[in-house]
Each structure stands twice: as structure tokens, then as C-alpha cells.
């Protein structure tokens, strides 16, 4: 049998991999959620039809979430996740013992059930003591907090559907109040390539400049999602990125990782001419 | 009745299927004379614009399909018969007006009318004898009118044609409705009732009373609010005592000879839609205010006002599926949330207004935009919450009537700077929109109040609309007149 998933990434651009077994297949109180088994990419899970994550390439956008700020600030205690229900973050959060709370707020329980089940490598750091998993809207939990935590990740899907919400003015303003005052905030900043989501990373980093004193974004490279080139953002109170790197005291954790080191922090800031004017625009 | 039936619709499809050729108008012809209206609607919207023919029927003389429309709509509101209008609730409000009142008439009313219906005494000449609401001080909201006030405007003018009750208000506020229908019909008044927010009311459960209910006359309900129907379309209801051909008649007095079709089938989806499911939806609806309200009233500083307000007299009751807020405990006037919310966070809400917002909630609400709401309401007080001094809150301002709404709209007028009209006589209407109660309507005395008023209002950031000039520094006062 030819069974292939279609992903697209535009109206008329899409990518096509081909499908071993479909593992899971179910609709959500949220989302409709799928889980295949492909060959080059391993398992994947899919969310209304978009691919989440891969296997084989889950590492580099993981990675990238947690290890830039953790580099920035190594004595990061209190972290919150915003999204996050497959672990990815969480797994890599958990290689810091100096880390005391991870808070995870993902709306969707079936999400973190499938995820443990289907892809235990990353969802069984869930199960860690140090992790409380709340089953709520994000917009909604951040609403009363005040000075709680060093870090906040925004481990969020696309800006429409069920995550929209995170990504507007009134979240990253109360992300700021969520945060101590030494405060970062990590979030994934989508792709500058293809037109629509161009726009949607003008409109984003217009809102967390509006936000944050210290705004600064950073790349990697995701083959599975489109165009494949993706965007992350760093906002802090305190912090920049580049010049208050702890470049020592990182390396000194001995932190296992196969994409990020610190060498690599420093060139990730630096991007392509095309991307910096479309940020500068919005400025 | 069949409530699942919806013959207007079912009609335009059968119409479709047949390919008629169009020898009539209109002339873009289903759209092929105009591809860029094709292109912004799509060719099942132009398809269906076509004009009154027999299989259609025609709305300015109902024999078939749209007589069964208006007989199922009659049923499923519980009304003697429903006429489907096409010129807004506007002209539903009108319509009830004129039915009743000729040149001369007194009708008794409360002052805080939405424009259409001071507009329709300009139009027929009839007096108005103004009842005034009572206010919530604290809010800055008028309410409703209490009965011992409506008692005694009766007293005063026995020979009054016709009430008019505001029902509930823009901002949910019902009045004694039963009782105001009793005394009026006592005393061989009709009772008419603007009913634009509460289309709700007919469908939903434990709601406030509806004015086919309390045995009103008439009644105006916006479908295109709550009703989930197409914009400027609407329903003007009516009670086994009025003349149903002679209300046709003064509906055409003013309506359009070509109705449009996509309005006349929005009504009719609609009405069949709220017959069969809305229940459930306003269920949901409820579920989302009530929601939205404990979660804005957690935040501090704003109140998110709702059925604790019901004293069984001014707030007889109270429609919970409205969401008014008081923003003025966070040092900002409803218009600057209102404002702030739609230039920074990309929200639009339906009006703010000296000391409240007004969020519309519906069944096409997803909880996780009144998520974003309330979120953004908690930014904005983070941001900009500050001292409360130097806010005005919405003072209903007592207007003294000089001459009738018709004799100052046609008098000899003149334009004068704002600040030189104090002790004049307004000949034009000055009102806030939304919500569009006017502020001075036609034969009222100017006041330094009323211009202290206007001008806080415009340097707030109100829309204020009305008079002749677009930049309210002059208005229109009757010529020679001095108070």
C-alpha cells in the first residue's frame, strides 16, 4: 500500500512523507491528534492535520527552547512551560538539578496521555516529582500570577486555533508580570519565509518588543517544519543574550545536548539581512 | 407550526436549480456583470440577489412564500403576526410609532430612545411626554422606568395614543413590562415595545419576560443581534389588537419596494435556527457572560455588573446574557478601554461609553477569545490602572422640552459656535454612537450642563454624530429663540 501524509506548509506548497502505520488517530476536546509511524522521520505527531514534531528532528527545536536562556542564567529555578504537553521541553529542562519547579499548562489532557504513550522518550520526563501539569487554557492561568518565575516558555502551535491566544499583546504583557524581575521569556517565533508567517513573526516580535526591554531573535534549522528555517525569541528584563552569556558556568554542567553549545549561541543571534529587516520594521 | 420549514430559502433553492434566464433586474445578473462583487460575495450570495417575482413572492404585498415565512416567525415568537423588515430595527421602531401616533398625538416614553424613535416623531408630528429613567449613580447607567413615574405621566395625559417601553436596554436592563402593559391598556393606551436587545428572550431559559408575553401591542426585535441573522435585517412583531393590513400599509409608506432576498432568507434561517436550537445556544451564550463575569470581577477594579443588581422596580430584571463592565475604579473612562482594547490588543467590543464598556457576547463566541478579553482587561489595569479623580460617569441630564421634535426640525434655524448656544433651542439631535440615545434632540433647551457634557464627551474620544456639522464646533438652534 502507498499511504503518504500530507503536510502543508502553504496553499500551494506542501511536503509529502510516506506513512508506515497510522498509530492513533483521535479527536480531542481541543484538537484532532495523530500519531504515524514513518520511516525517515520516525513517529510523528500531528495536530489538526500539521506536523507537531518528529522524532529524527525534535531535538534541534527542544534544545533551542531551553539551553539559550539556561546559558544566560544558569541559577534558573522556576520555570513555566506554556504548552509543552509532549515533553519535549520538559526533558531537557530536567537535565538542570539546580531546576525546583517546572510548571506545564497544557490545555489538552488526551495530548499528554498519547504523547506518554506513543512517544515515552520525551512525555515520561512529565511523570518527574519536580512537575506539575495543569489542564488549562494558558491565557487563563498566567491572569493572577505576579513575580513567580525566572523563566517562561511558550512552547505554543500556530497562532490560530486552539493557541491563539498566546500570541498577543495582552499574554506577553502579563508574561512580564508573571516573571521576577531578572526575568526570560523564551517563545517560538515561527518561520520569516513564506509570506503568511512572515507577517505572523512582524506581528509577534512587534508585540513582545512593546512587552520587554531586551528583545533579541534567534534561528535554527528544522527540516520538518516549513520552509524549514525557524525563529525563536528572547525577552528578557535583565538579561542580554549575547553579552551576559555565563559561558563557563555553562560548559561546566556538562550538559548532554546534540545541537546546542555555546559556540553555537553566539552565531544564532546572527541573522540573515532579509530576516533582520523584516524585524526592524516593526521595531 | 412546522418550525423545520423555512420557505423563503427553500424557495430560492428550488429557483436556482430551475437556471432561470434573468430578463429583470438586477443587472449584474447572478454576478457574471460584475466579477469583482462576485469575486468579494462569491456566486452563491449573488446568485440569490434577485428581485420579487411569483415563485418569490414580494414583501410589500406577502401572498406565498413570505406570508408563510412572517406566519412561522408569528409562531415561533408567540406573536399574532410578524412582519419581516428589511430597513433595520429602525424601521420596526417606526413602524410601531406611526401605526399609532398621527400629528398632534402624545406618546409617553422614556427618554433614553434610541435616535429611530424621536426620528419618527419628527416624521408624523406627535408629542412626546418624556418619563425619566432612573439612574445608577454609581454605574452611570440609566435604567428602567419605574412604575409609579409611568403611572403618573398616564395621570397627567390621559389622552396619550401610545408607551413606548425600552426593553431591555443596551445595557440589559428590563423594566415591569406586565405592569406597564396593564395600565396602558387600562387606561386604552397601545404599549410598544423596543425590543431590539432581548430577540434572546423568546428562545432562552429563565429569561426576562418578552413583550408578546406581557401582552405589548407591538414589538421591534433585531434579529441581527442576538438573532444571528444578516445586518439591517429585523422583525416587527404585533398583538391579536392591532390592524395587521393597515401596519403593512404604513411599512410601505417607507420600505423599499425591493427587498433583498439574502435578508429576507437570513430572516428565515434564522427564525428556524432559534426555533429549533436556540435554547441550547443561549444557554451557551449564558454560560460564557456569566463566565466572563466572575472572571473580570477576580481581576479588581473593574465590575462586571449582573443580576444582583434586579430590585423589581427600575431593574425589574436583568438579561444575563449581557456583559457591561464599569471601568472607572481603574482610573479610565469605558470609551479609553474600549479604545485601548482595539489599537493595542486587537479587540473590537460594541461601545464604551463614559464609565462602561459594553462587550457583546453570542453564539458564535469561542471561550477562548473571552479568554483573550478578560486577559487583556487584566493588561490594561497592570498598564494604566490609575486614581479615579476627574472622571465624569454617564449623568442622564433632565431635558426640557420646548417645542415638539417636528415643529424644531422644520423651524427656521441657524448654525452657532457650541459655547454660544446656552438658553438656544436644539433643532438637531446630538447623541454618542453606539449607543445612539441622543444627548439633545429637536426642541430641547441647550444648557451649560449639556455642553459641559458634549465636550468632556468628544475630548474622551466618543463618536459623537447628529448635527449638520461632522466636527460638533457649531450646532443647528431655532433662529430668534431665546429660554
Not at chain 1, 499528554?112 to 495543569?134: G, R
Not at chain 1, 503568511?196 to 512593546?210: L, S
Request: glycine share 8%; with cysteine.
Amino acid at each position: 500500500m502507498d499511504l503518504w501524509f500530507n503536510d502543508e506548509h502553504t496553499d500551494t506548497v506542501k511536503l509529502s512523507i510516506k506513512v508506515e502505520e497510522q498509530l492513533f488517530s483521535q479527536q480531542s476536546s481541543e484538537q484532532h491528534i495523530d500519531v504515524l509511524q514513518t520511516r525517515e522521520f520516525g513517529k510523528i505527531l500531528v495536530v489538526d492535520g500539521d506536523i507537531m514534531l518528529t522524532e529524527k528532528d525534535e531535538f534541534i527545536y527542544h534544545e533551542l527552547l531551553v539551553h539559550v536562556a539556561m546559558a544566560v542564567n544558569p541559577n534558573i529555578k522556576e520555570v513555566l512551560v506554556i504548552g509543552g504537553g509532549d515533553g519535549g521541553v520538559v526533558r531537557e529542562l530536567m537535565k538542570y538539578d539546580s531546576i525546583d519547579i517546572i510548571d506545564v499548562v497544557e490545555i489538552d489532557p488526551l495530548l499528554v496521555d498519547v504523547c506518554k504513550k506513543y512517544l515515552p522518550e520525551m512525555a515520561s520526563s512529565l511523570d518527574h516529582e519536580k512537575v506539575h501539569i495543569y489542564h488549562e487554557d494558558g491565557v487563563r492561568f498566567i491572569r493572577s500570577l505576579d513575580d513567580e518565575y525566572d523563566l517562561i516558555i511558550i512552547d505554543s502551535p500556530n497562532p490560530y486555533g486552539a493557541g491563539e491566544g498566546l500570541f498577543t499583546r495582552e499574554f506577553y504583557g502579563l508574561c512580564h508580570k508573571a516573571l521576577h524581575d531578572d526575568g526570560i521569556m523564551i517563545n517560538q517565533h515561527e518561520s520569516p519565509f513564506y509570506r503568511d508567517e512572515a507577517f505572523m513573526v512582524q506581528r509577534m516580535h512587534q508585540k513582545i518588543v512593546q512587552s520587554f526591554p531586551i528583545v533579541k531573535v534567534y534561528q535554527g534549522f528544522i527540516p520538518s517544519y516549513p520552509s524549514g528555517h525557524w525563529l525563536f525569541g528572547f525577552a528578557s528584563k535583565a538579561y542580554h543574550p549575547l553579552d551576559d552569556i555565563k559561558e563557563e558556568a555553562w560548559n561546566a554542567l556538562d550538559i548532554p545536548t546534540r545541537y546546542y553549545a555555546t559556540r553555537l549561541h553566539k552565531g544564532i543571534f546572527a541573522l540573515p539581512v532579509y530576516v533582520e529587516e523584516l524585524l526592524k520594521d516593526v521595531e | 407550526m412546522n418550525q423545520s420549514k423555512a420557505p423563503i430559502y427553500e424557495a430560492l433553492e428550488k429557483f436556482r436549480k430551475m437556471r432561470i434566464v434573468p430578463f429583470d433586474v438586477p443587472g449584474h445578473k447572478r454576478g457574471r456583470g460584475n466579477p469583482e462583487l462576485v469575486e468579494l460575495l462569491g456566486e452563491k450570495c449573488v446568485g440569490i440577489d434577485v428581485n420579487s417575482m411569483k415563485p418569490l413572492d414580494n414583501l410589500c404585498h406577502p401572498v406565498s412564500v413570505i406570508k408563510e415565512a412572517e406566519e412561522l416567525a408569528a409562531d415561533a415568537f408567540g406573536a399574532y403576526y410578524a412582519f419581516l423588515m428589511v430597513g433595520g430595527t429602525t424601521s420596526a421602531v417606526q413602524t410601531m410609532i406611526l401605526s399609532c401616533c398621527k400629528q398632534g398625538d402624545k406618546i409617553i416614553l422614556p427618554r433614553n430612545v434610541h435616535r429611530s424613535a424621536i426620528n419618527a416623531l419628527v416624521l408624523c408630528g406627535a408629542i412626546p411626554v418624556y418619563v425619566n429613567p432612573k439612574i445608577d449613580h454609581e454605574l452611570g447607567i440609566s435604567l428602567g422606568m419605574e412604575i409609579e413615574d409611568v403611572k403618573s405621566a398616564i395621570e397627567k395625559n390621559p389622552d396619550a395614543k401610545a408607551i413606548l417601553v425600552n426593553n431591555p436596554t443596551y445595557y440589559g436592563i428590563c423594566s415591569a413590562l406586565e405592569d406597564i402593559v396593564k395600565i396602558g391598556h387600562k387606561h386604552g393606551m397601545k404599549v410598544l415595545v423596543d425590543e431590539a436587545h432581548g430577540t434572546h428572550f423568546y428562545f432562552g431559559k429563565n429569561m426576562p419576560i418578552t413583550a408578546m408575553k406581557a401582552k405589548a401591542d407591538m414589538a421591534s426585535v433585531s434579529m441581527h443581534k442576538s438573532g444571528g441573522s444578516l445586518t439591517q435585517s429585523s422583525f416587527l412583531l404585533i398583538g391579536e389588537n392591532m390592524n395587521k393590513g393597515y401596519v403593512r400599509q404604513i411599512i410601505n409608506l417607507t420600505q423599499t419596494t425591493s427587498a433583498s432576498y439574502l435578508l429576507l432568507s437570513s430572516l428565515d434561517i434564522s427564525r428556524r435556527n432559534l426555533a429549533l436550537r436556540g435554547q441550547e445556544a443561549f444557554d451557551r451564550v449564558e454560560y460564557l457572560a456569566s463566565y466572563a463575569r466572575n472572571e473580570i470581577n477576580r481581576i479588581g477594579g473593574y465590575y462586571a455588573f449582573g443580576p444582583e443588581l434586579i430590585n423589581k422596580n427600575s431593574i425589574y430584571d436583568f438579561d444575563v446574557t449581557k456583559l457591561s463592565i464599569n471601568t472607572l475604579d481603574i482610573g479610565l473612562a469605558g470609551i479609553e478601554v474600549y479604545d485601548i482594547l482595539r489599537d493595542e490588543y486587537d479587540i473590537q467590543i460594541e461601545f464604551g461609553d463614559l464609565g462602561n464598556i459594553l462587550a457583546y457576547i453570542s453564539v458564535g463566541d469561542r471561550k477562548q477569545d473571552i479568554e483573550r478579553l478578560v486577559t487583556a482587561l487584566a493588561d490594561i489595569k497592570r498598564r494604566y490602572s490609575k486614581d479615579r479623580t476627574g472622571l465624569m460617569s454617564n449623568e442622564y441630564i433632565n431635558p426640557k422640552v420646548i417645542m415638539s421634535p417636528q415643529d424644531s426640525f422644520y423651524a427656521q434655524k441657524e448654525s452657532l459656535p457650541i459655547q454660544e448656544t446656552v438658553g438656544k433651542v436644539c433643532s438637531e439631535f446630538v447623541m454618542c454612537y453606539p449607543p445612539g440615545i441622543p444627548i439633545l434632540a429637536p426642541g430641547e433647551l441647550i444648557t451649560e450642563e449639556i455642553i459641559d457634557y458634549i465636550t468632556y464627551a468628544k475630548d474622551k474620544g466618543c463618536s459623537i454624530t447628529g448635527p449638520v456639522d461632522p466636527y460638533i464646533n457649531e450646532l443647528n438652534v431655532i433662529k430668534g429663540r431665546e429660554e
